[in-house]
C-alpha cells in the first residue's frame, strides 16, 4: 500500500511483501513537531546540545593529549570515553537537525543501516568502557602497592583495544540481526534508527534472530553491571577505613558520580531496548531514549574531568589562559 507524508510530500510504502523488500529505499523518521517555528527550535536546542556536548569531550581530550603529566591509566580512559561521547552524538543528533532544518523526515536504507552499526558500536563501547574504569578505581583505591603494575601502560592499550573491537562485534553482530529481516513498512517511530522500533515494522519471523541477540546483550551488560557494582562495594568499603579528609572525600566525587551515570546509562538503555515498542510515537519512548544517548555525553565532561583540577590547570595552559583566574572560568561551565 502507497501512502503520503503530507510534512515532506513523499511517498511511502505502508506495507509490501518480503519479496519486494528491495524497493524499499529509505525510511520515515519520527518529527518533533509538524509545525516549522517548533522545528526550528528543535533544531537550534539540538545545535546547541550537540555543540557544547562536543566541545567540552573535544577540550578532554585535547588537554589529555598535550599534557604529559595526565598521561595515567585512569586519564587515558577518561580520553577514550570523551572520544565515544562525541562518536555517539554525532551518529544521532546531525541527521535529526538536518531533518528539521529541511523540513523533512527521511534517511536513507543505507544511511539507517550505518546508524545503528555506530549507535549500537558506540553504546557498546560506553558500557565497556565505564565497566573498565570501575575497575581501574578499584585497583587504584583498593590494591594501590600493585596499581602501576596491574594498570600498566601495556594493560591499558590492551583493555581499550577489547573495548573497542568487542564493541565492533556488537555493532555488526546486531546490524545483522536487524537487517536480515525484510521491511512491511517504514515509519519509524523515533527520531533516528533505533532497533525496538525497526523490529515493530518486520514481516517475517527473522526479527527473533535480533531478539536472541539482545537477551545475549542483556546477560553480558548486567553481568558487567554487577562487576561494577562489587568495585564499588569494595571501594566503598576501603574508603571508610580512610582518615576522614581530602583522601575520602576525592574517592567519593569520583566513585559516586560514575556509579549514578552508569545506572541510569543501565536502566533507561534496558527500558528503550526491552520494553514493547508503541505502535504510535510515545512520549516515554522519546524521553527513555533521550537519557541514554544524550545525557551521559553531556554530563560525563562535567563528572569525570571539569572538576578534577589536574584536567583544570592542563586545559588553562591549553587556551593559554594566563590572566584568567581558572577557578573562575569553570565556575561559568558550572
Known sequence: MIGFHEPTGRLYVEEQSPANKSSLSEFLLLQFSDVRELQSLHFIVFLIFYLTAATGNLLIVSAIVSDYRLHTPMY???????????????????????????????????????????????????????????????????????????????????MVTAVWIISLFYGVLHTAGTFVSPFCANNVNQFFCEIPHLLKLVCSDLFLIEIAILLLSAVVAMSCFVFVIVSYM??????????????????????????????????TSFLSYFKPASDSPSSLDLSLTMIYTMVPPLINPLIYSLRNREIKIALKKLLCLRFFPVNSLFYLVW
Open 76 to 158: 587515558f580512559f577518561l580520553m577514550n570515553l570523551a572520544i565515544q561521547d562525541v562518536g555517539q552524538i554525532s551518529v544521532i543528533l546531525p541527521v535529526s537537525m538536518a531533518n528539521s532544518l529541511r523540513n523533512d523526515s527521511h534517511i536513507s536504507y543505507s544511511g539507517c543501516v550505518t546508524q545503528v552499526l555506530f549507535n549500537v558500536f558506540f553504546i557498546a563501547s560506553d558500557f565497556f568502557l565505564l565497566t573498565v574504569m570501575a575497575y581501574d578505581r578499584y585497583a587504584a583505591i583498593c590494591k594501590p602497592l600493585l596499581y602501576e603494575i596491574v594498570m600498566n601502560k601495556h594493560a591499558c592499550l590492551q
Open 234 to 267: 569494595y571501594i566503598l568499603t576501603t574508603v571508610m577505613r580512610f582518615p576522614a579528609g581530602q583522601g575520602r572525600k576525592r574517592a567519593f566525587s569520583t566513585c559516586l558520580p560514575h556509579l549514578s551515570v552508569l545506572s541510569v546509562f543501565v536502566f
